[in-house]
């Protein structure tokens, strides 16, 4: 069976310090990988996905970069937080196919002091 | 991309009491999505259902989907204080890649 593993749980950096944020997924190849971030009561905001290594497509701008080094592994960075990327974290996957639900990771709590 | 709105933003309910939650979109979609995230944790799929499609159940869970009004409902039956969530649609549009946008959802509370 797949499954997806995110880590830290919970993380709180300082402001300039920088970030890595890292997914994995087993049971599965050449999955679609995806990034998300979700305000305090707010819906998903997608960040960046995925379909292949070395393939990253960003939906916002902003002071965040993914890289997809190996075919189930996503990594979320950052060379200097801010205080604005302060967030919940979540990483996604799913078939490379239509009419497939996402599995998501349990999350990434990022606390930007 | 298109949004997935929810309604209502909010819901308290007693156990046993069923729970309907909405979701509006804005153009043809291939299919809708809808997911329970419960408080700090990642969000679980529930159940997707395509646009040729009216409705369907899983569980306690039934979901409807009304393409000419560009709409469907959550209905949780026979609640319980598990059922306690944040839940969310999330729409993939017709002709777009395999994405879909997520609403802001519906927070859920069933009291025992």
């Known amino acids: 069976s797949q499954t997806i593993h995110q880590w830290p749980a919970t993380l709180v950096q300082p402001v300039g310090s920088p970030l890595s944020l890292e997914c994995t997924v087993e049971?599965?190849?050449?999955?679609?990988l995806y990034w998300y971030r979700q305000a305090a009561g707010r819906g998903l905001q997608l960040l960046f996905y995925s379909v292949g290594i070395g393939q990253i497509s960003s939906e916002v701008p902003q002071n965040l970069s993914a890289s997809r080094p190996q075919d189930r592994q996503f990594i979320l960075s950052s060379k200097k937080l801010l205080l604005s990327d302060s967030g919940f974290y979540l990483c996604?996957?799913?078939?490379?196919?239509?009419?497939?639900?996402?599995?998501f990771g349990s999350g990434t709590r990022l606390t930007v002091v | 991309s298109q949004q997935g709105e929810e309604d209502p933003q909010a819901l308290s309910i007693q156990e046993g009491e069923n729970a309907t939650m909405n979701c509006s979109y804005k153009t043809s979609i291939n299919n809708l999505q809808w997911y329970r995230q419960n408080s700090g944790r990642g969000l679980v799929h529930l159940i997707l259902?395509?646009?040729?499609?009216r409705e369907k159940h899983s569980g306690r869970l039934r979901v409807t989907l009304d393409t000419s009004k560009k709409s469907s409902s959550l209905l949780i039956t026979a609640s319980r204080a598990a059922d306690t969530a944040s839940y969310f649609c999330?729409?993939?549009?017709?002709?777009?890649?395999?994405?879909?946008?997520f609403g802001r959802g519906t927070s859920l509370i069933v009291h025992p």
């Open positions: 049971g599965t190849s050449n999955p679609n």
């Open positions: 259902i395509r646009s040729n499609e």
């Open positions: 996604a996957w799913n078939p490379d196919t239509a009419d497939y639900g996402y599995t």
């Open positions: 999330a729409t993939a549009e017709t002709g777009g890649s395999y994405i879909p946008t």
